[in-house]
């Protein structure tokens, strides 16, 4: 089975930068759209954030666009997720995830996902 191993969050001061990354192992992930979401105490889990398999089609929820960026290395077997200009309405716990299909859902919805990475705002 496909393990996805999230990694790379922190404390960072508003309008600081953190990368994700989502290292996955396992299976073929490279045949995959890989996508992040993020859920905060006491609010619903949110996507943020999906790359195709072929990396040509991403989507951005629309309070990230213009900041976060992801990309995927597929040699690397590895997704990255760059965050600038945080803020902190940002800080969440972050999972990569996939539904085992080569496109993004719309609705950010997956199958399979990681243990998360804690992403906090703060100054």
């Known amino acids: 089975q496909l393990q996805l191993v999230e990694s790379g969050g922190g404390l960072v001061q508003p309008g600081g930068s953190l990368t994700l990354s989502c290292a996955a192992s396992g299976g073929t992930s490279e045949f995959y759209a890989i996508g992040w979401f993020r859920q905060a105490p006491g609010k619903e889990r949110e996507g943020v954030s999906c790359i195709s398999m072929s990396g040509t089609n991403i989507d951005y929820t629309d309070s990230v666009k213009g900041r976060f960026t992801i990309s995927r290395d597929n040699a690397k077997n590895t997704v990255y997720l760059q965050m600038n200009s945080l803020k902190p309405e940002d800080t969440a716990t972050y999972y990569c995830?996939?539904?085992?299909?080569?496109?993004?859902?719309?609705?950010?919805?997956?199958?399979?996902w990681g243990q998360g990475t804690q992403v906090t705002v703060s100054s």
């Open positions: 995830g996939t539904r085992y299909r080569a496109t993004c859902s719309p609705d950010y919805a997956f199958r399979h």
